[in-house]
């Protein structure tokens, strides 16, 4: 049986706001018991939710403190943390009908871990080409990167052809020589945030061998901050799975026709 589109569209609706959706009758109550991280020195936001109850509802910190920059203002923790710490606090909610119900939070307050570039690459022994990904984990309003990837030269050779950026909307410049790549790279648009593969390539083994990389970067944010990572080794991924020539083949036709971002081979 086929449901009418308002039907269908109805019961997504309600679907989507399973677990917060009010009933008739259905008495005061705080949904979740929990709250995302925050950082020091960034901007905070998470609303405390009530349901059930008559609207409207008055919010109100019973016990403990909000960490420091935090306020609570008509249900919503906002603000800018200038303390790191873990904070243990008890929020109210009153309804129209002077209904009462609490909720115990603790809120962690910590630095924002620095951006780190990593090596995803198979730790054990190969012999076919594989392709090399250099992603960054921790990324926020990241900008630019300058970095220089090493591997034993004389196991390994790049297919220079190979040397393509996958983030989208990113320029990026290189210079190949012997067991090195390295590289500069550029967020055209909006910045890089979170974790996100910048780019790839193929290296192609001479022989039997393990690859043993090494990553060194400095990546700059939308401030102007910097961020430096020394050159230790990089970390492989055993997920990574070396490819076929085929697949070789059809990776620089895809790179010939383009790929999101531009790249553009540096004077070797």
């Not at 960490?67 to 609570?72: D, I, R, V």
């Not at 008890?90 to 309804?95: A, F, G, K, P």
């Not at 129209?96 to 620095?114: G, H």
Request: hydrophobic share 40%.
């Amino acid at each position: 049986m086929r449901l009418p589109r308002l039907a269908l569209a109805g019961l997504l609706l309600l679907a989507s706001c399973a677990g917060e959706i009010e009933t008739p009758g259905e008495a005061l109550r705080i949904f979740g018991d929990s709250l995302p991280r925050a950082y020091l020195g960034e901007r905070y936001e998470a609303q405390i939710r009530a349901v059930g109850g008559l609207r409207p509802f008055t919010y109100l910190l019973q016990e403990g403190e909000l960490p420091p920059g935090l306020e609570l203002e008509a249900g919503v923790i906002e603000g800018v943390p200038t303390e790191a710490g873990n904070f243990d606090f008890t929020i109210t909610v009153t309804d129209a009908n002077l209904s009462r119900t609490f909720q115990d939070y603790s809120l962690e307050v910590v630095e924002r871990p620095p951006p780190r570039l990593s090596v995803i690459a198979p730790q054990t022994e190969i012999r076919t080409p594989v392709v090399v990904r250099l992603q960054v984990e921790n990324a926020t309003r990241l900008r630019a990167f300058t970095g220089d990837f090493e591997w034993d030269g004389a196991n390994f050779e790049l297919l220079e052809e190979s040397v393509a950026p996958v983030a989208a909307g990113a320029a990026l410049v290189w210079q190949a020589e012997p067991g090195r790549l390295h590289i500069e790279m550029a967020a055209l648009g909006d910045p890089w945030n979170d974790e996100l593969t910048l780019v790839q390539f193929t290296l192609v083994p001479k022989g039997a061998a393990v690859l043993h990389p090494s990553v060194e970067a400095l990546f700059f944010d939308d401030s102007g901050a910097s961020h430096y990572q020394g050159g230790a080794e990089g970390q492989g991924d055993e997920m990574a799975e070396p490819v076929s020539a085929d697949e070789q083949e059809q990776e620089s036709a895809d790179n010939a026709e383009g790929v999101p971002g531009e790249s553009r081979e540096g004077d070797r």
